[in-house]
Every structure is written in C-alpha cells, then in structure tokens.
C-alpha cells in the first residue's frame, strides 16, 4: 500500500501562484507515474498533469502554460507549481500514483482563487 499526502494548499487571489506538494511512500516511487487531478464542486474529476517515471510530463489545456510538475525521486516527491491563477482554478487537488493496475489517492488539498 502506498500512502499519497497533498500538501500546499490555500487561498490566494487571482493572478496569484502556489505549490501544491505530494508525498508518497514507498521505495519504489521513482517507477511511479504521477498525476494531479481536480474537482471543483458539481463537477467531474478532471486530469490536469502528469509525469511519467522517466519525467515526460503532460498538461491539461485549462492548465497548458500556467502549471508545471515536476518530481523528486530522491524525496518521494511530486510537485505542482501553478501561476496565474484564475477562479476556475478553484477546486480540490488530489494527487495519484500509479504502476500498471494499480492507483493510489491522496484525500486532496483545497485551493480556492478569490480576491
């Protein structure tokens, strides 16, 4: 079982940037792929970024520009710096791990964008 923690979460205003931080356990992260999804209220969970085990990464078009991950093996740490940020950003961020069949979820980290 692995265990995934999100971290960075908060409130900041429009135009502004945070880092949202995801911490897994185990000794074989670095084999993981690494995905931040998204949920804002009333709507479906919404793929935003990945990052392969060798470090291809892949954005979503809402994000495509403003949002970059990246990740630290050595740390067991993947990272999702995101600027300018708009109030459609607003929504719970959860972090996956996944290997072949099998996924692992964090319980998220709230980012609400609102002067």
């Known amino acids: 079982q692995v265990q995934v923690v999100e971290s960075g979460g908060g409130l900041v205003q429009p135009g502004g940037s945070l880092r949202l931080s995801c911490a897994a356990s185990?000794?074989?992260?670095?084999?993981?792929?690494m995905a931040w999804y998204r949920q804002a209220p009333g709507k479906q969970r919404e793929l935003i970024a990945s990052?392969?085990?060798?470090?291809?990464?892949d954005y979503g078009d809402s994000v495509k520009g403003r949002f970059t991950i990246s990740r630290d093996n050595a740390k067991n740490t993947v990272y999702l710096q995101m600027n300018g940020l708009k109030p459609e950003d607003t929504a719970v961020y959860y972090c996956?791990?996944?290997?072949?069949?099998?996924?692992?979820w964090g319980q998220g980290t709230q980012v609400t964008v609102s002067s």
């Open positions: 996956n791990a996944n290997l072949g069949l099998l996924n692992f």
């Open positions: 185990g000794s074989i992260f670095s084999r993981y792929a």
């Open positions: 990052i392969t085990s060798g470090g291809s990464t």
